[in-house]
C-alpha cells in the first residue's frame, strides 16, 4: 500500500512560488507503474488535477497552469515536489498529492492534503 | 478539454433508499471514467474505474454504469457512511477532468 505524505508553507505571499513536497512510502519514484500525480480543491469547491511526473521525468500538466507549474522528482528522497510560481488568491487550495496505477486507473493513494493560502 | 457535468449537484434521500448519480462527458470517452467518494475533510477514495469496476474492498451496494457520454453511479441500499460528496472523472484525454460533485445527504 502507497502511502503519500504532503509538507509545506501554508502560507504564500501573492506573486512568490507556492512550493510542497511529497514524501512517499511503499513504493518506489523509479517505478514505471505510477503516474506521481497533484490535485487541488479551493475551499468548498470541486477537484482540480494540476499535473503528473512519470519516471524516469515525463511530465503531463493541466493547461490552465502549465506556464506556472513545475513538479519534479527527488528519487534518493523518494519524495516528489510541486512549485507553483506566481501565485494570486485563486491559489487557495487544500493540495494533495496521489498516485496513479498505470496498470490500473484512478487515483488510488492520496496524501491527506495540506491547505496552502494565498495572502499578503 | 472534456467537460464533466454531473446531475444533481446536492441529494437528499432516506436509508435504505436507491440513490443515482448522472455524469454527462462533453464528448465521448469510452468507458474511461472513475467515481470518487470524498468525506468531509478528508482525501477522495477510488470506488469504481473502467466505469464499471468496483475497487477492491469497496461494499457491493455501490455500482456505475455506462459508456461514450453519459454514466452512472448507484447505491443500491443507501447507508449513514454513504453520506459523502461523489465525483466523477474522465482520463480518456488530458487534461484529466473532473465532474462539479453530487453531495449525498440523509434526509
Known amino acids: 500500500q502507497v502511502q503519500l505524505q504532503e509538507s509545506g508553507p501554508g502560507l504564500v505571499k501573492p506573486s512568490e512560488t507556492l512550493s510542497l513536497t511529497c514524501t512517499v512510502s511503499?513504493?518506489?519514484?523509479?517505478?514505471?507503474?505510477?503516474?506521481w500525480s497533484w490535485i487541488r480543491q479551493p475551499p468548498g469547491r470541486g477537484l482540480e488535477w494540476v499535473g503528473y511526473?512519470?519516471?524516469?521525468?515525463?511530465?503531463n500538466y493541466n493547461p490552465s497552469l502549465k506556464s506556472r507549474v513545475k513538479i519534479s522528482v527527488a528519487t534518493s528522497k523518494n519524495q516528489f515536489s510541486l512549485n507553483l510560481t506566481s501565485v494570486t488568491p485563486a491559489d487557495t487550495a487544500v493540495y494533495f498529492c496521489?498516485?496513479?496505477?498505470?496498470?490500473?486507473?484512478?487515483?488510488?493513494?492520496w496524501g491527506q492534503g495540506t491547505l496552502v493560502s494565498v495572502s499578503s | 478539454d472534456t467537460q464533466m457535468t454531473q446531475s444533481p449537484s446536492s441529494l437528499s434521500a432516506s436509508v435504505g433508499d436507491r440513490v443515482t448519480i448522472t455524469c454527462q462527458a462533453s464528448?465521448?470517452?469510452?468507458?474511461?471514467l472513475v467515481w470518487y467518494q470524498q468525506k468531509p475533510g478528508k482525501a477522495p477514495k477510488l470506488l469504481i474505474y473502467?466505469?464499471?469496476n468496483l475497487e477492491t474492498g469497496v461494499p457491493s451496494r455501490f455500482s456505475g454504469s455506462g459508456s461514450g457520454t453519459t454514466f452512472t453511479f448507484t447505491i443500491s441500499s443507501l447507508q449513514p457512511e454513504d453520506i459523502a460528496t461523489y465525483y466523477c472523472?474522465?482520463?480518456?484525454?488530458?487534461?484529466?477532468?473532473f465532474g462539479g460533485g453530487t453531495k449525498v445527504q440523509i434526509k
Open positions: 496521489a498516485t496513479w496505477t498505470v496498470s490500473q486507473a484512478g487515483f488510488d493513494s
Open positions: 511503499g513504493a518506489s519514484l523509479t517505478s514505471t507503474n505510477f503516474h
Open positions: 511526473i512519470s519516471y524516469p521525468g515525463r511530465t
Open positions: 464528448q465521448d470517452i469510452k468507458k474511461f
Open positions: 473502467d466505469a464499471s
Open positions: 472523472q474522465q482520463y480518456d484525454n488530458l487534461p484529466l477532468t
